[in-house]
């Protein structure tokens, strides 16, 4: 979500102009005069984007960058910039800027630019919860994947061997089991002060048409609507490391070109004719099996064992079931700082937790004890808190510890799924102050089902609207 955004310009039109078209998006626009002003302004107030021009008299917005980097590290940074500075702009988005745009620009690049860092942080803020947590686990120690189980324990072996070296790594497995966590560990254990570059690109996100352009970048007038000189991702991880997500959903044609960066380290701009040379550290991800696709002809042989140097392969979590209960408590811990609530699985949570199959691996176990904590008071978990579709999933395969015994601590060989569900049906209609139509949606299903259920389970009408 982007709602405040700072703008700092020592030209008085630049400022009317942003805050005006900001104003009419809806936003709440701070502005600043000058960088020392924006400085004392960052350090009260918080904002999601700020567009700084680059050359200022006496703090230039390098120095502006340079303080919110260390004090405001969640925060956008876009430079604004002249064509004369340029490559100083280029070395801003390497220090750690967002984007920048060139001077004099319309009112239709900023919004783009907003809507750009909009979808950003929609894509990147649950990694980062996820990033946190990492950290907290190992001890602060980066490089170090959550869970104890023998798969996880080799991929933080594969980790720090390959992080000093500059070989190319390809890290595969199912959507949501954290690829992107890994790549950017990787990175991190490579570049141990922070001054390298790490640029990141979902190749799924970009248009055919357009990706030749974000990688390589092209130059004013190449193509319709090529305004100006645009730097490719290739050249803004010159030195660092470029992460390539998603890497199969590439075409052949594209495969071709990014093959040639792979074996020769240079490319040219769309439209161009200068080649440029670059050190870029490459790592890529995805969820397909590329050798199969090479088989089909349906991915390159010769690309694939160039990206295939290194390879890193993450497990789904049903297959190292005893790694999700300690993931779900550390989610859990992010929720009691956020919500400031205590929040403790018991044993029969933790049982669901660990025989359900999660297909959409840590984000799918993610976003269920975001929901459940948001939805239960605490602090006690237990199995009948769960979404309605994965308790039904598991009837007759998952233990339920008895809750009229809690000295004994002991377990049930199965569910009770009658009593789950009747329990789970009631705490809706509870919730929801007994509107059907409501309770159906917050349990998953129609209200015909929940109408059905309530025929079924004739003890628990009293109170129910329609």
């Known amino acids: 979500m982007i709602d405040r955004i700072l703008v700092v310009d020592d030209e008085f039109l630049i400022r009317q102009l942003l805050e ?9 626009v701070v502005t600043a005069g000058s960088g020392e002003e924006a400085v004392e302004i960052l350090a009260k107030e918080e904002f999601q984007m700020a567009f700084v021009d680059m050359k200022m008299h006496r703090m230039s917005g390098m120095d502006v960058l340079r303080f919110a980097r260390k004090h405001c590290p969640g925060m956008l940074f876009v430079i604004m910039t002249a064509y ?32 750009k860092g909009r979808l950003w942080l929609q894509l990147h803020e649950r990694d980062s919860y996820f990033k946190q947590e990492l950290s907290r686990q190992s001890g602060g120690v980066s490089g170090r994947a959550i869970g104890s189980s023998p798969q996880m324990k080799e991929v933080n072996r594969l980790i720090e061997r390959v992080a000093p070296t500059r070989a190319t790594v390809l890290i595969t497995g199912e959507s949501g089991t954290g690829k992107e966590l890994i790549a950017s560990e990787i990175h991190s254990l490579s570049d141990p002060n922070g001054d390298k570059p790490y640029i990141r690109m979902n190749c799924a996100a970009v248009p ?10 092209h130059e004013k007038g190449a193509f319709t609507g090529a305004v100006e000189r645009r730097v490719g991702r290739f050249e803004l991880a010159d030195g660092g490391t470029l992460l390539l997500d998603e890497i199969g959903e590439i075409s052949q044609a594209m495969q071709a070109k990014l093959l040639r960066v792979l074996q020769e380290s240079e490319f040219e701009r769309v439209g161009g004719g200068k080649t440029i040379k670059v050190d870029v550290r490459v790592i890529a991800s995805t969820n397909r099996d590329l050798k199969k696709e090479v088989e089909q002809n349906l991915f390159r042989e010769d690309l694939y064992y160039r990206l295939n140097v290194f390879p890193i392969h993450l497990p789904p979590l049903r297959e190292r079931t005893g790694d999700a209960v300690a993931i779900a408590g550390h989610y859990l811990s992010l929720q009691e700082a956020k919500l400031g609530r205590r929040f403790q699985l018991d044993a029969s949570a933790e049982e669901l937790i660990r025989k ?85 949606a917050l349990l998953g299903f129609s209200v015909r089902t929940l109408r059905n259920k309530l025929n079924e389970y004739n003890d628990i009408e009293d109170g129910v609207t329609a």
Request: with cysteine; net charge negative.
């Open 20 to 28: 005006e078209t900001g104003g009419r998006k809806g936003l709440e």
């Open 84 to 115: 004369g500075t340029v490559d100083t702009a280029i070395e801003a988005m390497k220090t750690g800027a967002f984007d920048f745009v060139i001077k004099p620009f319309s009112p239709d690049q900023m919004d783009i630019l907003v809507e």
């Open 208 to 217: 055919e048409n357009l990706l030749e352009s974000e990688l390589f970048g």
């Open 356 to 440: 359900y199959s999660w297909p959409g691996n840590i984000r799918e176990l993610q976003n269920v004890i975001e929901r459940i904590a948001i939805l239960e008071d605490g602090p006690v978990i237990s199995a009948e808190a769960f979404p309605y579709d994965i308790i039904s999933s598991l009837a007759g395969h998952v233990a339920e510890c008895i809750g009229n015994h809690p000295e004994t601590n002991s377990c049930a060989d199965t569910f009770d799924m009658r009593e789950i569900e009747r329990r789970t049906i009631r705490k809706a209609l509870a919730e929801t102050g007994g509107n059907k139509t409501q309770a159906a």
